[in-house]
T-cell receptor
Framework: GDSVTQMEGPVTLSEEAFLTINCTYT??????LFWYVQYPGEGLQLLLK?????DKGSNKGFEATYRKETTSFHLEKGSVQVSDSAVYFC??????????FGTGTRLQVFP | DAGITQSPRHKVTETGTPVTLRCHQT?????MYWYRQDPGHGLRLIHY???????DKGEVSDGYSVSRSKTEDFLLTLESATSSQTSVYFC????????????FGPGTRLTVL
């Protein structure tokens, strides 16, 4: 079945460092891809999404490009802030009623 | 703010007792979902609903039941709670299936002793 694999965390960075969180997927069709973020003590919020190959989703300085040839949707940010510390989830939807989530990657940013 | 509330926010209960969690939305979204979040597993779908009285099972539905008698409310019931059901439970809503964004509630932390 469809699945999402994320790099294990925690990812620990200093403020203003470059961030990459890897995400790859397995799907039989043409899924939509999402990044959700969970701040401490809160529910998940949509960060960005892409619905077809080569689409780039972006929000709050974060970007991810839908790469069909490598089945990847890596999350990047050029300069992280302490306030970006959170858990990041990659997810896919194959057009049915359900989202399939990765296990999450915790990001810790230190001043 | 997608207008989703969950109650209670925290609950401690004992093995074998029934527990009901409530998700309430003010957005008139058709689709509602219950997930559980556990370390190392991400979020896993328990049950979902695509309309009043229309529900279906997700990936980890054993030991859980749901009901949706009104558009705005989606109830998750643990008929006889077990320690393996200790988790954080999230409700989510969406306008339409598949590619549409899901909006999540704040979560309920359930501890079964």
């Amino acid at each position: 079945g469809d699945s999402v694999t994320q790099m294990e965390g925690p990812v620990t960075l200093s403020e203003e460092a470059f961030l990459t969180i890897n995400c790859t997927y397995t799907a039989t069709g043409y899924p939509s891809l999402f990044w959700y973020v969970q701040y401490p003590g809160e529910g998940l919020q949509l960060l960005l999404k892409a619905t077809k190959a080569d689409d780039k989703g972006s929000n709050k300085g974060f970007e991810a490009t839908y790469r069909k040839e490598t089945t990847s949707f890596h999350l990047e940010k050029g300069s992280v802030q302490v306030s970006d510390s959170a858990v990041y989830f990659c997810a896919l939807s194959d057009g049915t009623d359900k989202l399939i989530f990765g296990t999450g990657t915790r990001l810790q940013v230190f001043p | 703010d997608a207008g989703i509330t969950q109650s209670p926010r925290h609950k401690v209960t004992e093995t074998g007792t029934p527990v009901t969690l409530r998700c309430h939305q003010t957005e008139n979204h058709r689709y509602m979902y219950w997930y559980r979040q556990d370390p190392g597993h991400g979020l896993r779908l328990i049950h979902y609903s695509y309309g009043v009285k229309d529900t279906d099972k997700g990936e980890v539905s054993d030991g859980y039941s749901v009901s949706r008698s009104k558009t705005e409310d989606f109830l998750l019931t643990l008929e006889s709670a077990t320690s393996s059901q200790t988790s954080v439970y999230f409700c989510a809503i969406s306008w339409a299936e598949g590619t549409d964004t899901q909006y999540f509630g704040p979560g309920t932390r359930l501890t079964v002793l």
